[in-house]
């Protein structure tokens, strides 16, 4: 067995006896109080050569804006360095037992989603660097986020602490329960919006129900029709992208006429051909709309500079849009450590990660392989734009507010980890107490201090004029 494949065959066969013993003999090997370590190697890469190295393939002059978004805060640092963590991570203690991992689990990426069902859900929402892997890693990422976010809201080191020690508690619970169901009640599993309102309003304030109300309106109004109108004008009766340059620039700004002509057939043809990875039925639904048009979008923060194309596509009429993103796919900066992809292409890796991870998926999810105008095939994964998305602002958030957050995303990491790996190991080895709670509060602080340093390394590299930055 190779290390990026799950440890389902080798669980298959093990009664529950044998897998609870199996995460015992874990802490043998592996003390769960080991994890609170950290301590950079020796031998540590430069993080401003990682994130260049990153940046070689992307697109040149979209580089500085992504230096210029990672530098402006340690928090903003965090969320473009994944691939500096994974290789921190490579060298932390792990137990043996792998997951589906989505390997960037910091707490913006646990978000309001809709389902096919049109129900509001909460769930992880971005899985560019998903692969089988060692479970603690995403519970790491999450935990250390949690952290920096604290200290960026002036949190005291023991809120931060009690934050961290919240959600890993949760994620520890609720393994433990799904440790004890059925495989098709943990598949079933899912965090309704509206579950959950009820569930957190006997501990909500008045003003923290009243956010929340406000946050999942906000989702359910960010739909295609809203960033229809948002990222939508007519020009000469037609329906048109508005650009918003370098953000937002249209295909026909970009390239001369023969070359923009060449990649419009190929985005065409990407289309087409990725609706082969669809459900028939949604196949079918996507072959009744017609394209209208297509632009480069710059997204987040650790993916500015990848390929993004935003492509409008029309239904009944010219006021009836579908917005899908296709959005470039490199191999996992977890692949490194732990093998890498068993699927052909890194869009289906990323795919096939989403919906073993998530509770319900976007039905237009999809891949395809295509060449650009320069002669390269390059790997991309197609996703609906938006559809009712609720984001947590972290700076809005105090303590205890940022605590129940971090509950919520402990959980439904668990839930996560749980439909690919050994439930009932991970519980066995993670135990009734508190000990492994602990030691992520202490490797959160740690991994906090080192990721401040790497910011500040980007900041002297950026007025070394080693680096070029754009505010964007």
């Known amino acids: 067995m190779t290390d990026n494949q799950l440890s389902g065959d080798e669980t298959r066969h093990l009664t529950p006896k044998e ?7 874990a802490r043998a090997d592996v003390p769960r109080s080991s994890h609170a370590e950290f301590v950079p190697p020796p031998k540590r890469p430069d993080p401003v050569e990682i994130i260049e190295k990153q940046s070689a393939t992307r697109v040149p002059e979209l580089v500085p804006i992504r230096y210029g978004r990672m530098s402006e805060a340690p928090f903003r640092f965090y969320r473009g360095a994944a691939a500096i963590m994974a290789a921190d991570l490579a060298e932390t203690p792990r137990s043996g037992i792998r997951v589906q991992c989505c390997g960037d689990a910091h707490m913006l990426n646990f978000r309001l989603l809709a389902s096919p069902e049109r129900r509001l859900m909460f769930d992880i929402n971005d899985f560019d660097e998903t692969l089988p892997g060692p479970w603690e890693w995403d519970v790491k990422r999450l935990s250390a986020s949690l952290v920096i976010a604290g200290r960026a809201n002036g949190f005291t080191s023991k809120d931060r602490a009690s934050v961290v020690r919240a959600a890993v508690r949760s994620y520890r619970e609720r393994m433990r329960s799904f440790a004890g169901m059925g495989n098709l009640e943990v598949w079933y599993t899912r965090f309704d919006a509206d579950e959950l309102q009820a569930q957190f309003a006997p501990v909500l304030s008045a003003g923290q129900r009243d956010r929340w109300e406000h946050t999942r309106k906000q989702a359910r109004a960010h739909d295609t029709l809203q960033v229809f109108e948002k990222l939508t004008h007519v020009i000469d009766g037609r329906r048109q992208i508005a650009p918003d340059p370098p ?17 419009e057939q190929e985005i065409s043809r990407l289309i087409e051909r990725y609706g082969q990875t669809l459900q028939t039925d949604r196949r079918f639904l996507l072959e009744t709309y017609r394209l209208a048009d297509i632009a480069r979008k710059v997204v987040g923060v650790g993916s500015v500079g990848t390929r993004c194309w935003i492509i409008l596509l029309l239904g009944k009429d010219d006021e009836d849009p579908l917005f899908l993103q296709a959005k470039e796919a490199d191999e996992s900066v977890l692949a490194p450590y732990v093998g890498g992809s068993a699927y052909g292409t890194q869009g289906e890796r990323v795919v096939a990660g989403q919906r073993l991870m998530q509770a319900t998926s976007d039905i237009f999810l999809g891949w395809e392989r295509v060449t650009g105008i320069d002669g390269k095939r390059r790997d991309f994964y197609v996703r609906q734009l938006r559809d009712w998305k609720g984001i947590a602002v972290a700076e809005n958030m105090s303590p205890k507010t940022m605590g129940l957050f971090g509950r919520l995303c402990g959980a439904t990491l668990a839930r996560a980890h749980a439909r690919s790996g050994d439930r009932i190991a991970i519980a066995s080895y993670l135990g009734g107490g508190d000990v492994f709670d602990r030691a992520l509060a202490t490797f959160a602080e740690l991994y906090a201090d080192q990721n401040e340093k790497d910011h500040q390394a980007l900041v002297d590299a950026i007025q070394a004029g080693r680096v070029p930055a754009e505010a964007a």
């Not at 249209?250 to 060449?262: A, I, K, N, V």
């Open 19 to 25: 897998r609870v013993a199996r995460g015992k003999a």
């Open 247 to 263: 953000l937002l620039v249209r295909l026909q700004d970009l390239l001369p006429d023969t070359e923009r002509g060449r990649l």
